[in-house]
């Protein structure tokens, strides 16, 4: 029996990836005979929004959720500029610094580590050692776009630099015990950064769905008219997950397709999201007959699989996206080819495990010739099923917790 030792998790995010990581790991920690405890920092929306994660714990007395004052969060500044998103990261570390003194935690885990990189960059101390992990790494980008290489900007540059200089700077902290990539392709550029470090690359966790689901019923539900084709965009919806060119793309199908195709826009909205998409919805509807479901509101982790079985596509036409999608690992696990981003590390993980389509999703003109592919190709010539299984069972979220666990939870 080990002795007794103080384990912190820090998470000031409501939605995403977020609550489904602390889910994984609450239910891994019971399974382990662990003889530390646990404390998960969280704001205390994270209580009603994500009740059912925090009822995971109802039972345990090694495990608390501990919610930041009130006060606390209604000082945070929003993420809506450049500034705001630093300042609040900023508020966040001294918040990370505090409940760590407070709830006398010997180890750290930073779910969301880029929030950190400013304040370890100016040198910040922190009171414990801890380990993070990393969601957006891009210095790297260079290293695998397709095709010649453009001249990078002076902006891009900047940025790379900013980028590599910040996450040294946080690697070199003597408190710094272990990095998560969720970009395996950064870690070997990462290590160069820093070789005395302990970085490791992590699974971007998805459940392999094994119980039956109802589809018929599904798309009953949502009256999907019979013979059409579901072409899936699920996840909360705004114009960097690429629906305003998504839409703009099927104004240039011809007509004898757009009957092939019911396009299912799945996830909360804003309501001025909502009203701009339902009006330009209206427009496409009288001169093509594609047929448009919705649903703008946030769908329960158990109901997920459900949406991805009953599609024919996934479509993941981001904006210039940074880092990984869970997106891509639900159309795996739920083997549906995907019409995505070329850029980045999305692009590059659906070319190399054979995931689908990539296109430019910035130029509606390639994304419609994406979706003349998927309507018109033959599957094998776009998709390898067995590819997107094996990608898939690699992110399990039983391996995304038995990393974390071997790194972190096995040593408190």
Known sequence: MRQQSNQ????????????????????????????STLDIVVLPEFFYAHADVVALTAMDTQINFRPIKTVEAEKLKDRRSRV?????????????????RLLQADHCL???LDTCLLPLALGMSFPCAFSGIYFRPTFHYSLFQAGA???????????????RFFIKRTLQNPQMQTLFSLDPLAVESLQQLCPNTDIVHLPDPVDVQTTAIDVAS??????IEAERQVFLLFGAITERKGVFKLLEAITQLPAHLC??????????ANPTIQTKLQ??????????????VTNFEYVEEPEVPGYFQLADVVLAPYQRHVGMSGILLQAAAAQKPVLSSDYGLMGEMTKRHQLGVTVNSTQPAAIASGLRQLLTEESERLYNPKSASKFAQANSSEHF???VGSKVLSHV
């Open 110 to 112: 930073m779910l969301y």
């Open 401 to 403: 917790a038995q990393v």
């Open 218 to 223: 599904l798309r009953q539900a949502l009256k």
């Open 84 to 100: 705001n998103r630093n300042l609040r990261n900023l508020q966040e570390w001294q918040l990370f610094q505090r409940y760590a």
């Open 259 to 268: 009957e092939r195709i019911c396009i299912a826009l799945i996830g909360e």
């Open 8 to 35: 912190v998790f820090f998470d000031l995010s409501l939605y995403g990836h977020h609550p489904t990581y602390i889910r994984h790991l609450i239910n891994y920690w019971q399974r382990q005979e662990f003889a």
């Open 149 to 163: 290489k453009p001249k990078r900007s002076l902006k891009v540059n900047l940025q790379t630099w900013r980028e």
């Open 279 to 292: 009006a330009q919805l209206d427009i496409i509807q009288q001169t093509l007959p594609v047929q448009f």
